[in-house]
């Protein structure tokens, strides 16, 4: 649909071409302006990127917790969610596993955050993959 682009541009669309043991670089939303540091520093940038300030435009990209829509998932609502993003999640731990500019620590704080979100998606695909996500 052209109104829910993540949907038909989502995390698999962006890796079909790519052999699965290629390296990648990740910019999280949560870790927005430290991740366009730290990369840009792995491709060789000569000086630091100009961080948007307190309260523009650009710093309100990554608003987190400030947004204006909130929780209100029942359990229910939250399993039905994660059941219908299983593959997209599972897309989700395998990026982060081969992203060279996350430390092992930030993968861990991620993949903490999606167990805590989708323990039943987390658990379902740690048994398929044997023993599940992991910091690699």
Not at 3 to 27: C, G, Q, S, W
Not at 69 to 93: D, K, M, S
Not at 94 to 116: P, Y
Request: glycine share 8%; proline share 4%; with cysteine.
């Amino acid at each position: 649909s052209m109104f829910i682009p993540h949907l038909r541009f989502n995390y698999e669309a962006f890796l079909k071409d790519l052999p699965t043991d290629t390296e990648v670089l990740v910019i999280r939303t949560k870790n927005l302006w430290q991740d366009w540091i730290n990369v840009n520093k792995i491709l060789g940038a000569r000086r630091d990127v100009d961080i948007p300030g307190e309260g523009s435009e650009g710093e309100r990209v990554n608003a987190g917790s400030r947004l204006p829509v909130q929780n209100t998932l029942n359990a229910r609502g939250r399993r039905i969610l994660c059941q219908f993003l299983t593959n997209e999640i599972r897309i989700y731990i395998d990026l982060l596993n081969r992203a060279v500019n996350l430390s092992d620590d930030d993968v861990r704080a991620a993949l903490e955050g999606t167990q805590a979100n989708c323990p039943s998606v987390v658990k379902y695909l740690g048994g398929e993959a044997g023993n599940g996500p992991h910091v690699m």
